[in-house]
């Protein structure tokens, strides 16, 4: 490429459109792939109702139940990663330090919630802990949810 040893020739200005063209381009798809990368609206609502699910499944008491309902939480966490990958097209690094933390941050809180409702539901025989523990969790899934998603395509955006 000539033009790049004469920056003074009249085939600079077309590479330079070209340059342009190509990072606009370049920026279009990252804005498409940014759209592509985050969930779609009922895919955290979905995780929610999964979660608080088998949390409020356990104000039943029936431990055969609770075990049923755990493994169809799992299949039904695994679908809906599984069908989300399959719709984005490629596999992301979900867990990068910030994401990471979001998780566990997630992990945590449904864990102390239950744990907060096994207290009150089994130990201090308060009727309808599991219940409203699972009500909550809901909300708060698709909270942690999106938290994830503004983290992914801050991550995506800002990708050199």
């Known amino acids: 490429m000539a033009s790049h040893e004469d920056p003074g020739r009249a085939g600079a200005p077309t590479e330079a459109g070209e340059a342009a063209s190509a990072l606009s381009a370049i920026g279009g798809s990252r804005a498409w792939l940014a759209g592509r990368v985050i969930a779609p609206t009922w895919y955290h609502p979905a995780f929610g ?28 966490c695994g679908a809906l990663m599984w069908w989300n990958q399959r719709r984005v097209g490629l596999t992301m690094n979900y867990f990068d330090a910030c994401t990471r933390g979001v998780f566990a941050a997630h992990v945590l809180t449904l864990g102390g919630l239950a744990v907060i409702a096994c207290w009150l539901g089994l130990d201090r025989g308060v009727h309808g802990a599991f219940l409203a523990v699972g009500v909550l969790a809901v909300p708060l899934t698709v909270v942690f949810g999106h938290w994830t998603d503004r983290l992914l395509l801050a991550r995506l955006q800002a990708a050199p």
């Not at 109702?49 to 039904?76: C, D, H, K, P, Q």
């Open 49 to 76: 109702l999964l979660a608080g699910g088998v949390i409020a499944e356990a104000e039943i008491r029936s431990w055969a139940l609770f075990a049923w309902s755990v493994a169809a939480y799992t299949a039904g």
